[in-house]
């Protein structure tokens, strides 16, 4: 049965090894019941607030089955937070899956609102976490595993051992993968988009860019 495996959470740390002073990319994963509100997960914290947060990067999530390739290729096991989600998750395809579809986990529900980003951020994460991280940002975006961000919907708590059920998944066909390479590898692509109901205002406003080119 799909279930949640861990909810982690970070909080700010200095990080000039970024470049950008501080950051919480250093998720850890929490034990008993936690608090989901509209804007997140209790306990976790947005350092930079240009490019992450609000209602349609409120919580992300990873997948236990992408955690397992990623530790193949690079050779290390990868523990549940290390790529900076939220939520990791086991048997549900969130590479595959539609944008749109909701989840429900433990109290809360859940909707794919948009996909993670991979930066310069989280490449210098991972080599200072021992890593190989050459050419990490080219690399994990090639994969097109990049997990999603979900909004959240109906308000609750949740903890490891929770079931993950998908209680609706929209028709256009339009994947958590084809979102991520319209966006970042493949710009004509981006019309399909349109596509998604409820698209998020900043993926609608990049959408709309392409077209009036």
């Not at 509100?37 to 349609?56: N, R």
């Not at 790529?83 to 986990?105: I, K, P, Y």
Request: aromatic content about 6%; charged content about 25%.
């Amino acid at each position: 049965m799909p279930r949640l495996l861990s909810v982690n959470v970070g909080l700010p740390k200095e990080a000039d090894w970024a470049g950008i002073g501080r950051t919480s990319i250093d998720k850890q994963p929490v034990t008993g019941r936690v608090a989901v509100t509209e804007l997140g997960v209790a306990g976790d914290k947005v350092s930079d607030t240009v490019h992450h947060g609000g209602i349609d990067q409120a919580v992300s999530a990873y997948a236990r089955e992408d955690l397992e390739f990623w530790a193949a290729e690079l050779g290390r096991d990868i523990r549940a937070g290390q790529f900076g989600e939220n939520l990791t998750t086991e048997g549900v395809d969130l590479t595959h899956v539609a944008v749109g579809t909701r989840l429900q986990v433990g109290e809360v529900l859940l909707e794919i609102a948009s996909v993670r980003t991979p930066c310069n951020d989280f490449k210098n994460w991972m080599g200072l976490s021992g890593f190989d991280n050459t050419a990490w940002v080219k690399r994990f975006a090639a994969e097109g595993r990049p997990g999603p961000y979900l909004r959240v919907l109906a308000t609750g708590s949740i903890t490891a051992g929770d079931s993950v059920e998908i209680v609706h998944e929209p028709d256009h066909g339009v994947t958590v993968r084809d979102m991520f390479v319209a966006l970042f590898l493949d710009r004509s692509r981006l019309p399909d988009l349109l596509a998604i109901e409820d698209l998020a205002p900043e993926v609608r406003r990049k959408v709309e860019q392409y077209l009036s080119r």
